[in-house]
């Protein structure tokens, strides 16, 4: 806590610090420009002095002068004007990076902390089980009950490594992506199913049609669907049922995954698929991910051909739609 306040006084320190040397080199810029012109007039005035008035080009000189006064004042005008734009995007550049800089440190180190409790969960339960067969003497039933509940929880943490693996080799542009002719329909189904057993106490509504094909990569695609259902089942009620839609239409193929929980407000929108990026609803706080989830399923709906978008789910919850170009 000390630690956190402490930074946070540094940081306004330093961002203290940076407007007061703004301002001073504002403030020195135009002190400059005054004094320049200043001294511009000084001397046209003093040359004008001395021009005697019974001079024939007397008119003619005092002219030539009033010019040059005008056109030095113009060039500093111009020259003041041109350093003070330059100082002043330099200064909004600067400040921005260092902004974005905070911003993105600031949501690692939230993804570290997200992410040491999603590992840790699954290690404890799966240690616990194991342990708890080890030492105690059950009854088949119940020894099955521990072995499918470890066997989710290793599931949920190969998931957890699979998207952060992949993660890094998208942004480094590492992943090789393989496509092939991929019945869609299949793989959703085998996904949603999947699913109905982990979560058997979870009421998903299936409409899907038989036979869409895409071509695509299946272990991306397969990805990019459990994170959808994943995200549909992390924040909405249990008592709630999920929707899983997958139709054809205009040249287009639509899936759609919807929920009944709280929603997502509007201004958060778009956020939800940045990098480690996760709402702020009070309502889903407690929810746990690492803000990877939607940012890997943008990228792979992108690889093959699609755009993915969120809309509300009438009268409530969400609603993410992938649509696949054909």
């Given at each position: ?39 511009n ?17 007397y ?23 041109t ?16 902004r ?6 600031q ?7 997200a ?32 072995i ?22 998208i942004?480094?542009g ?30 998903i ?69 940045d ?5 702020g609803?009070?309502?889903?706080k ?12 943008q ?18 919850g969400?609603n ?7």
């Open positions: 806590m000390t630690f956190s306040f402490f930074k946070t006084k540094s940081l306004r320190l330093i961002f203290m610090v940076y407007w007061v040397l703004l301002v001073y080199i504002v403030a020195a810029l135009v002190y400059w420009f005054i004094e320049l012109n200043n001294q007039r000084q001397m046209i005035q003093y040359e004008k002095e001395q021009i005697k008035k019974d001079s024939p080009v008119f003619d000189e005092m002219a030539k002068l009033t010019a040059i006064e005008k056109r030095k004042t113009i060039q500093y005008i111009g020259e003041g004007s350093f003070l734009l330059l100082i002043l995007a330099s200064a909004v550049f600067i400040f921005r990076a260092v974005q800089q905070l911003k993105s440190s949501q690692q180190q939230n993804f570290m902390m992410i040491t409790h999603e590992l840790k969960t699954p290690i404890a339960v799966t240690k616990l089980n194991l342990e708890t067969l080890q030492k105690r003497k059950l009854e088949e039933k119940q020894q099955q009950k521990l499918q509940n470890t066997i989710q929880e290793t599931n949920r943490l190969n998931a957890l490594c699979n998207n952060m693996l992949l993660s890094s080799q942004d480094a590492g992943y090789g992506i393989t496509k092939e002719e991929i019945n869609l329909s299949e793989l959703v189904n085998e996904c949603v199913q999947d699913y109905t057993i982990r979560f058997p106490q979870r009421d509504h299936i409409l899907i049609e038989e036979d869409i094909f895409v071509n695509g990569d299946k272990l991306l695609l397969q990805m990019g669907v459990n994170n959808l259902l994943d995200n549909a089942i992390k924040y909405s009620p249990k008592e709630k049922p999920l929707t899983v839609l997958l139709h054809p239409g205009n040249n287009q193929i639509f899936l759609s995954i919807k929920d009944e929980g709280k929603g997502i407000v509007d201004e958060e929108k778009k956020k939800v698929f990098k480690y990026y996760r709402t609803n009070i309502a889903t407690g929810a746990r991910g690492t803000g990877l989830g939607l940012y890997l399923t990228k792979i709906a992108a690889q093959h051909n699609a755009t993915i978008s969120l809309t509300d789910n009438i009268p409530n969400s993410f739609t992938m649509i696949f170009r054909t």
